[in-house]
């Protein structure tokens, strides 16, 4: 897991191949203008998803993984949204199977620590992270930029 400013980004394109690019469209787009839903950018190699949602109670935020895509995610719109986080091998109860074809699984686990993310901020979320995102008071809008591992 990484939490940084946007204006940080490039000091991450190294992680990953199309990881620079995946930043250079989160800079180049207005997110304000773009409709919710899910949007290729590079394919499926790279495609975001644009929310505008209600955040939710802690006791309502599920733990998830991934197994093909690292998550950039990004808060374009509210006062901040935080984020529970434990290690993916520390996950011991699954509410089911792994789904392929939408690359998640959920867990029922406690979070072992939260975050918090502000407009102007980006996490990136690899395969080993599980998080529970959306929590918080109020509605925002934000990104969710899938970069395929």
Not at 57 to 63: I, T
Not at 99 to 125: A, C, H
Not at 140 to 146: A, C, E, L, P
């Amino acid at each position: 897991m990484i939490l940084d400013s946007l204006k940080n980004s490039s000091l991450y394109a190294g992680l990953n191949p199309r990881l620079e690019k995946a930043f250079e469209l989160i800079a180049q787009t207005d997110w304000m203008t773009v409709e919710p839903g899910i949007h290729e950018l590079d394919g499926k190699d790279i495609y975001v998803n644009v929310m505008e949602r209600e955040l939710k109670e802690k006791k309502d935020a599920k733990l998830e993984v991934h197994d093909e895509y690292i998550d950039i995610q990004v808060l374009v719109s509210g006062t901040c949204e935080s984020f529970g986080w434990s290690e993916r091998r520390d996950l011991r109860m699954p509410q089911s199977e792994f789904n392929v074809e939408k690359d998640i699984q959920l867990f029922d686990d406690e979070p072992q620590t939260y975050y918090t993310l502000r407009p102007g901020q980006f996490t990136i979320l690899f395969p080993e992270d599980g998080h529970a995102p959306m929590v918080g008071q109020g509605t925002v809008r934000k990104i969710i930029v899938k970069v395929r591992r």
